[in-house]
């Protein structure tokens, strides 16, 4: 466990490359106020935290994104930030705990897997005001077919407000994206590994299937997919959020059925989908997740031809932004395109390779979702 306190943080260097937008397609919301000491006080004693999964906050993912919005917080609000970061699951409850003590007035738990621990410290807190990202905070409530406790929608603490995004939306313009370039080159193969079976991950996966489907219907085109059945909700997983010997053999594996284009869901594991493709030296490229890729890690920007990006940085940021007005909400969030809280990155130095007039096509694929003329969910839609 690691606990630190950092006042006015300047300069987050990934904040302005998360915040890249796929050209024609809209841009990315623009958190305000956007320069240095413009918001306005706090209230007084307000101290914001944030506790991340077990990925830790260098994962170049969620948990990075995460701590650069409430960096940006502490830096324009001229306050103390306490971030604590997890080395495994067994942290979440005694970091919750730690910054209990501290004395934090508002905590943010990066991720799905920490939502019990989260919901047991809200409980205990009532005093206390949390967010938590890809979850509801819904445990109990129903009962599943096993007997055991699910969620029934509602969050099971009255002072957690969820973070959440309808990824889906963003996952199909990348599918779409994937297959046009895989059918460019010839190969007409795409792929995806996740890390854990959990919908924060399967969401991507549901929108990036569709996407490729999209694309072989409006072609006529014959893209094939592996890694993920979208009817069955079954597919490839590397089952772990690390980058090791077990996630780049599944990323090998799946470049050895011939994809040239791979999408990792899982944080880190793109570093072993990176390896196993420059091991492979076949001209495969892959796909980013979270953050803008290609920016939060200039040593993979040569492999990323485009990132699906959830704006966690600018959710933080605003959730940050209400409690320290003391306007703190807990009405779920919910990201999508329309809202700018999900979209596809730039396309950066793979933007003079593509496809004649794939970026309008993904604009205009972009405005039908958003107008409703074309439907994309998953049975993790938030």
Not at 244 to 263: E, R
Not at 279 to 294: E, I, K
Request: hydrophobic share 40%.
């Amino acid at each position: 466990m690691t606990i630190s306190r950092t006042k006015k943080l300047v300069g987050v260097t990934a904040a302005a490359g998360i915040l890249l937008a796929l050209a024609g397609c809209g841009s990315a919301p623009e958190a305000s106020p956007t320069e240095s000491g413009a918001a306005g006080p706090a209230v007084e004693g307000f101290t914001p935290c944030i506790v991340s999964d077990d990925g830790g906050f260098n994962d170049k993912s969620f948990n990075q994104s995460a701590l650069e919005g409430m960096q940006k917080d502490a830096d324009e609000l001229d306050v103390d930030l306490i971030d604590v970061e997890s080395s495994s699951q067994n942290d979440y409850a005694p970091n919750l705990e730690n910054l209990v003590a501290e004395g934090c007035t508002f905590i943010v738990s990066v991720g799905f897997k920490l939502s019990a621990d989260t919901v047991a410290s809200a409980l205990a807190n009532p005093d206390i005001e949390y967010a938590i990202i890809d979850d509801r905070a819904d445990n109990t409530g129903a009962t599943g077919d096993d007997g055991k406790d699910t969620g029934d929608g509602k969050t099971d603490a009255p002072n957690i407000k969820p973070l959440l995004f309808d990824t889906v939306q963003a996952a199909y313009l990348g599918g779409y994206a994937a297959a046009a370039w895989s059918a460019a080159s010839g190969v007409n193969s795409v792929g995806t590994v996740g890390g854990i079976p959990i919908p924060p991950v399967t969401i991507f996966m549901d929108g990036y299937i569709d996407g490729v489907e999209k694309y072989n219907e409006d072609k006529g085109a014959s893209v094939a997919t592996y890694g993920w059945d979208v009817a069955g909700q079954t597919g490839q997983f590397t089952n772990n959020f690390t980058a090791n010997d077990d996630s780049k053999q599944a990323m090998q594996t799946a470049l050895d059925q011939g994809v040239d284009v791979l999408l990792p869901v899982g944080g880190p594991i793109f570093q072993s989908a990176a390896q196993a493709i420059r091991d492979t030296d076949n001209g495969a490229v892959m796909l980013g997740v979270d953050s803008d890729l290609a920016v939060a890690d200039p040593s993979v920007a040569d492999l990323v031809l485009v990132s699906i990006m959830k704006r966690i940085d600018t959710a933080v940021y605003d959730a940050t932004m209400a409690a320290a007005a003391d306007e703190f909400d807990v009405a779920p969030y919910i990201g999508t395109l329309e809202n700018e809280g999900v979209g596809l990155s730039s396309f950066h130095d793979f933007e003079s390779q593509l496809p004649e007039g794939l970026v309008d096509e993904l604009a205009a694929l972009q405005e039908q979702i958003i107008s409703g003329d074309i439907e994309v969910t998953s049975p993790s839609s938030p």
